[in-house]
């Protein structure tokens, strides 16, 4: 062979192994890029755990209820692990997510439901996770066909997210030839034919929704979820009242705490059915707003802490109105 020819040969040969080898280099670095990389997927799967993060610490901050925040959490683990599973092809439960929850007006019901709606949002069991709060009479109609067709509309709202019918025990009153009855039929159906888009909780006293679900055989094993909602002790509630006047960018002063913590005591001992809770705090507070702005409104020399404190006198005393509530929740 020619001096030539062996060289061009030999030539030939290296310049292949490092092309190939360039190429290896290549490929190595891009894999490297991609793995560094988050694809969307990933990046989606962080915001939303954030987004989770921060409704699992709004529910954190909500006092007391610490069963109700142990099962919501409960429901997001399962929920998450369910969907890990399924990455790996192995078998999981349908998940049916249709809720009882029981306790007293101003338990932090409606709260937790829209706090879960949105949890159940961002872990893609529901598309929008939005809350749709009705009553008996907002899906109860008064002549043949009319509820069908109050419930259907109701329905439609909810779509993507929950449909949450408070005292939902009331569409058992009237008996078998209530319309109540189809309204509960209606929405059976709706379950069924939904269940990836629509879940359905049911909420009201503990005792009536007891007497409402023996009624009615087949709808306990529809609801397989049952959160109760035990009434706050007056450290809670005064715990609650805190936190909303402050959330406000309000104070109370000594003697209004003094108040507030003799009457819900009070309250709690006197009043035993329909005490309305934190809602009972919030509408108290509500009205000592507008009556420490009646109190400063013809000042003309006033303060940043005057703006912010609430007295004694912004609470009591009661007017005719709140002594006619105390009467009410004394019967
Ligand atoms: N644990 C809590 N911590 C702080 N605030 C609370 C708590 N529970 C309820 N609240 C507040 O009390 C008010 C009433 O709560 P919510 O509407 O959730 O009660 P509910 O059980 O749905 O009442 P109802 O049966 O009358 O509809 C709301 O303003 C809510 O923010
Ligand atoms: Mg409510």
New binding site residues.
């Given amino acids: 062979m020619k001096q030539t020819t062996r060289f061009s040969l030999t030539y030939s040969l290296e310049n292949k192994k490092l092309k190939q080898s360039r190429e290896v280099r290549k490929e190595t670095v891009t894999k490297t890029i991609q793995a560094m990389e988050p694809n969307k997927e990933t990046l989606y799967a962080t915001e939303s755990g954030k987004n989770i993060q921060q409704l699992v610490s709004e529910l954190d901050q ?4 610490n069963k109700v925040k142990e099962l919501v959490k409960e429901i997001h683990a399962y929920v998450e692990i369910c969907r890990r599973r399924e990455q790996f092809r192995l078998k999981t439960e349908s998940l049916v997510l249709h809720m009882i929850f029981k ?10 439901a829209r706090i879960l709606g949105k949890m159940l949002a961002e872990l893609k069991v529901l598309p929008k996770g939005h809350l749709i709060e009705v009553e008996r009479a907002d899906i109860v109609g008064e002549y043949i066909g009319h509820t069908a067709q109050k419930c259907r509309e109701q329905i439609k709202k909810a779509m993507g997210g929950i449909l949450f019918i ?1 005292e939902a025990y009331s569409l058992a009153r009237g008996g078998e030839k209530d319309f109540g009855k189809e309204a509960i039929d209606t929405l059976v159906k709706a379950m069924e034919d939904h269940k990836n888009n629509l879940i359905v909780i049911l ?1 009201g006293y503990e005792r009536e929704m007891e007497k409402f679900l023996r009624t009615n055989p087949g709808l306990r094993s529809r609801f397989p979820i049952h959160l109760q ?1 035990p009434d ?1 002790s007056c450290e809670e509630l005064l715990e ?1 009242a805190h ?2 006047v402050a959330e406000r960018q309000y104070q109370l002063s000594i003697g209004a705490k003094e108040f507030l913590s003799e009457y819900l005591r009070e309250q709690l001992k006197t009043s035993k059915t329909n005490f ?4 009972l ?2 509408n108290l507070i509500e009205k000592a707003i507008r009556r420490q702005a009646l109190r400063l409104v013809n000042r003309h020399l006033y303060s940043r802490e005057e703006l912010m404190l609430l007295t004694r006198e912004d609470f009591s005393p009661l007017d005719q109105e709140d002594s006619e509530l105390k009467l009410w929740q004394h019967n």
Avoid: H, Q
């Fill in positions: 909500l006092v007391g209820l306790g007293n007006p101003g338990t932090g019901k409606t709260t937790v408070d909420a909602f706050y609650i936190k909303m309305s809770n934190a809602r705090v919030r």
